[in-house]
């Protein structure tokens, strides 16, 4: 152990007066408040993140692959399994390919109506989304032929319309200047408070939507790609694939132009939104450093004035700027260290009591959440602690200077 270290242990940092002692306790309460802040307020930023990020993959895709003929740009062509060998040759292996199809329809009951998109898709559908948000009956197994006509739709929806679970509502698909009807049967009611997805879209199956739209069982109108962990290769994987099915355009290997579009492109004002979050909470974490700054200065100046005799002291027996200078620096990272601890034990407890309670309510129709959501990062809350103490050591550096200003003489004396 060094001495500045074992030094700054054994002076205590209580003081025989009030004033002293109420200023470093002012000094504890500002550090743990501003700690408190910058923890809750990065967990709530990522919590933000993940619940939105989750919401519209959910809905939509990361990366979404569409064909059209090339001489008639205007109608739209099916991709097959067959078109997403050069796809799977691009992306990683633990991203999922699936074939979908989407058609407008107009749900109809006796006294309403109302327009929707139903997404077709298939048993092997990554259903975890949908699943968490259900709130009424259960999945359908579309493999089965009992089930093929039967639909989820969400709480919006059928509030609207006044459906309920097993109602059977008659279905009119829109496509190439006709229509056609089907009875389909409500299996599930879901509810993500995602209002203008939930006003917007059914899931169905995928086999009933090829035939309702005349597509051949290998084909769909659009294959999604998910699973891709990190947001930041989705645009630098949709580049590749629009290069690699653009040369093969080229070359004449095939004669459909694909059209290639990621979750930040088809979602880019909820992206924004988040953006938007990002700059607040840096903004934040900028202001509670400043005040931890600040204070930690402050306390720095209580505790070099209280103990300007122990400076004359140290002087007089040899003991050099630097040292005593050191000293003073792990006294006030002492009072930082208590700040810490009582920070982040208080403000980790407020987040799993948020976590488990949802104590704290949002409106849906502003925030899509009806609670405040927390994610908590131990990896990111130990490297915000960790870079609160290496800019508080290297701040402190500066002001701590003033005891090489002190002379022993007058030290010693000083009261």
Not at 67 to 83: A, P, Y
């Amino acid at each position: 152990m060094s001495l500045p270290l074992f030094l700054a242990q054994r002076l205590s940092l209580k003081s025989t007066t009030n004033n002293g002692s109420t200023g470093i306790l002012i000094a504890v309460i500002g550090i743990t408040l501003s700690v408190i802040v910058m923890v809750v307020s990065i967990s709530v930023m990522m919590g933000f993140r993940h619940e939105i990020r989750q919401k519209v993959i959910g809905f939509d895709s990361q990366i979404s692959i569409g064909s059209r003929q090339t001489s008639d740009s205007e109608s739209f062509g099916l991709i097959s399994k067959r078109d997403l060998d050069t796809a799977r040759e691009i992306l990683p292996s633990d991203a999922s390919v699936a074939l979908t199809v989407r058609q407008p329809a107009i749900i109809k009951t006796r006294d309403n109506f109302s327009g929707a998109i139903i997404k077709g898709v298939d048993n092997e559908y990554d259903w975890s989304f949908l699943r968490g948000n259900l709130v009424e009956g259960s999945i359908p197994d579309f493999k089965s032929d009992s089930t093929l006509y039967h639909i989820i739709v969400s709480r919006t929806l059928a509030n609207t319309l006044d459906l309920e679970r097993g109602q059977k509502v008659d279905t009119y698909f829109l496509g190439n200047g006709a229509y056609r009807a089907r009875r389909l049967t409500i299996a599930g009611i879901y509810d993500t408070h995602f209002s203008e997805y939930d006003r917007n879209m059914i899931f169905g199956s995928l086999s009933m939507l090829q035939q309702v739209a005349s597509v051949p069982d290998s084909c769909a109108t659009i294959a999604e790609i998910n699973g891709l962990s990190d947001d930041n290769s989705i645009d630098e994987i949709s580049s590749e694939l629009s290069e690699a099915y653009l040369e093969e355009l080229y070359t004449g290997k095939t004669d459909r132009m694909y059209s290639i579009v990621n979750i930040h492109e088809t979602a880019a004002l909820y992206f924004n939104w988040l953006a938007l979050l990002d700059t607040n909470v840096k903004v934040i974490l900028t202001l509670m450093s400043l005040l931890t700054i600040l204070t930690l200065i402050s306390s720095l100046f209580i505790l070099i004035l209280r103990r300007v005799n122990t400076i004359g002291i140290l002087k007089a027996i040899g003991a050099s700027d630097r040292l005593v200078r050191e000293t003073f620096i792990f006294m006030a990272i002492r009072i930082l260290s208590c700040g810490l601890l009582i920070g982040n034990v208080i403000g980790v407890g407020l987040l799993y009591i948020q976590k488990f309670t949802k104590v704290i309510p949002l409106d849906p129709e502003s925030y899509y959440l009806d609670h405040v959501p927390v994610m908590i990062d131990w990896v990111s809350i130990l490297l915000l602690n960790a870079g609160i103490v290496a800019m508080s050591f290297i701040v402190l550096l500066f002001p701590s200077a003033i005891v090489s200003t002190i002379p022993p003489s007058k030290a010693i004396n000083y009261e």
